[in-house]
């Protein structure tokens, strides 16, 4: 019986025949964390297309969902074990362009328009950046002719593993396939917990990342559970997962790649700014409680608003929060996931991202899988972080995302007058990506991949695409 994936899944199901099959064909990096330090993101171009999708086919084992799930299960618990557990190997993930898909001969019509027209196309058009800050080699890559084919992407625990992984590369691609250049990412973490937990991760603004991504599958639907809360952002397979137009009995997913500097100066400098203008709460210094203020909560991932279920949870609730004068409507976390109970005021996805430094350069490699683009990353990146009136009337603009000269509606501002923060990151380069499924990728050395899927084999979309 094949997976339905336009609704939530039961525990008893995600052990199932048919969830077994998705999770042995799906890769791994789009719904499981791959748990490693280390981040490689390899970026491709194909000089012989003919041969470069017989290479990508004889990749070295791309993970799959049930590897990762396997090795989690198998990751000793106690801290003396964990530490002596020897490095696990290399994994590796796949990802093509619209660039690519068209060399290999697949109807990009199948993908959607934002996917064909691609990152570069959609800067001005859709997603309001600046394309004139992109890095030279993300300059050069927008271009038709010199445009990204494929991401590779490798992952491992030590630097040396990863660095051996590569060094196997060129042999393999020969002169059919091409690095143009690699960007790594390496996982920002904090000194060991006093029990001898790995530390959590951060961002360069210093908060504690990767929570509140979604519930993806086996949890109760009952909204009143101890494993979740009304409004922590759990969603249906289906809004991450599409068929996949290189096997129609598997599913991929599309991914949004986007390097973001962050201007950690400029971060302190509206810290400051805000914090001479509120009063915090008490306990909670004014250069605390406006960073938290900035982004949505705090820096350990305390919410500004305890959930009534898990209030250890970065899983808000307004309550009787609702003039956001403990959670401000312009804050980060609001602008991206207000938990309003209109299903329309969501648009989940999946998180991927990771840190980078690059000389002087600092930021996140950001990841994000969805099920549509326009729908979902293009919706929350250029609709909302721009929207002054979302989620509510005159809140301003995102402050990490963009930099509109409006006002922010932020509270107990002790009339020092307008308070707009914004320009604390710039966007420096990226493309969208489609991530097939493993059998999928296997076909592409045969030439036997579907180019046309019928309409009727298509998933339906999660959310209505908006122009």
């Known amino acids: 019986m094949p997976v339905e994936i336009t609704r939530f899944m039961t525990e008893a199901e995600a052990d199932s025949e048919a969830w077994k099959s998705l999770f042995d064909t799906t890769q791994g990096h789009i719904i499981e964390k791959h748990r490693r330090t280390y981040v490689w993101n390899v970026f491709l171009r194909f000089d012989d297309p003919s041969r470069a999708g017989q290479i990508l086919a004889s990749l070295p084992k791309l993970a799959s969902v049930s590897d990762l799930r396997a090795e989690k299960n198998e990751t000793p618990k106690t801290p003396d074990a964990l530490a002596a557990m020897p490095p696990r190997p290399v994994v590796s993930f796949l990802g093509l362009s619209s660039s690519g898909t068209e060399k290999l001969g697949i109807n990009n019509n199948d993908f959607g328009s934002a996917f064909a027209e691609g990152f570069a196309k959609r800067v001005d058009k859709v997603l309001r950046m600046q394309s004139e800050d992109w890095l030279g080699s993300w300059k050069q890559a927008s271009s038709p002719k010199t445009r990204i084919d494929a991401l590779l992407i490798g992952t491992a625990d030590t630097l040396e593993l990863l660095q051996s992984w590569f060094t196997t590369l060129p042999a393999l691609f020969d002169d059919a396939v091409t690095i143009l250049w690699v960007e790594h990412g390496a996982v920002k973490r904090d000194p060991p917990r006093p029990d001898g937990r790995r530390g959590a991760?951060?961002?360069?603004?210093?908060?504690?990342?990767?929570?509140?991504?979604?519930?993806?599958?086996?949890?109760?639907?009952?909204?009143?559970?101890?494993?979740?809360?009304?409004?922590?952002?759990?969603?249906?397979?289906?809004?991450?997962?599409?068929?996949?137009?290189?096997?129609?009995?598997?599913?991929?997913?599309?991914?949004?790649?986007?390097?973001?500097?962050?201007?950690?100066?400029?971060?302190?400098?509206?810290?400051?700014?805000?914090?001479?203008?509120?009063?915090?709460?008490?306990?909670?210094?004014?250069?605390?409680?406006?960073?938290?203020?900035?982004?949505?909560?705090?820096?350990?991932?305390?919410?500004?608003?305890?959930?009534?279920?898990?209030?250890?949870?970065?899983?808000?609730?307004?309550?009787?929060?609702?003039?956001?004068?403990?959670?401000?409507?312009?804050?980060?976390?609001?602008?991206?996931?207000?938990?309003?109970?209109?299903?329309?005021?969501?648009?989940?996805?999946?998180?991927?991202?990771?840190?980078?430094?690059?000389?002087?350069?600092?930021?996140?490699?950001?990841?994000?899988?969805?099920?549509?683009?326009?729908?979902?990353?293009?919706?929350?990146?250029?609709?909302?972080?721009?929207?002054?009136?979302?989620?509510?009337?005159?809140?301003?603009?995102?402050?990490?995302?963009?930099?509109?000269?409006?006002?922010?509606?932020?509270?107990?501002?002790?009339?020092?007058?307008?308070?707009?923060?914004?320009?604390?990151?710039?966007?420096?380069?990226?493309?969208?990506?489609?991530?097939?499924?493993?059998?999928?990728?296997?076909?592409?050395?045969?030439?036997?991949?579907?180019?046309?899927?019928?309409?009727?084999?298509?998933?339906?979309?999660?959310?209505?695409?908006?122009?």
């Open 201 to 467: 991760t951060r961002e360069h603004f210093n908060f504690v990342d990767g929570l509140s991504q979604p519930q993806l599958d086996g949890v109760d639907s009952n909204p009143t559970s101890p494993l979740i809360s009304g409004f922590n952002p759990r969603f249906t397979i289906s809004n991450v997962l599409v068929k996949d137009v290189l096997d129609g009995d598997c599913f991929g997913s599309f991914m949004a790649y986007v390097r973001i500097q962050q201007h950690v100066d400029a971060f302190d400098d509206a810290v400051a700014k805000l914090a001479a203008s509120i009063h915090p709460p008490t306990g909670v210094t004014a250069d605390d409680q406006a960073k938290a203020l900035i982004v949505g909560r705090y820096q350990d991932g305390t919410p500004l608003i305890p959930s009534p279920v898990r209030p250890d949870q970065n899983d808000f609730v307004r309550g009787d929060d609702q003039h956001a004068q403990k959670w401000p409507f312009p804050s980060h976390i609001c602008k991206m996931n207000a938990r309003t109970k209109e299903l329309g005021d969501r648009r989940p996805i999946v998180r991927r991202g990771v840190t980078y430094e690059d000389g002087d350069e600092k930021g996140l490699l950001f990841q994000s899988f969805q099920a549509s683009l326009d729908g979902q990353f293009e919706v929350l990146f250029s609709t909302w972080a721009g929207d002054v009136h979302h989620p509510s009337i005159n809140v301003g603009g995102d402050p990490i995302l963009t930099n509109l000269k409006v006002p922010q509606a932020y509270p107990a501002t002790n009339g020092n007058g307008p308070i707009c923060i914004g320009g604390l990151t710039t966007v420096r380069g990226g493309e969208y990506f489609y991530f097939p499924s493993i059998p999928g990728i296997a076909k592409l050395g045969s030439g036997n991949h579907a180019t046309n899927l019928p309409a009727s084999t298509a998933e339906p979309s999660a959310f209505t695409p908006e122009s």
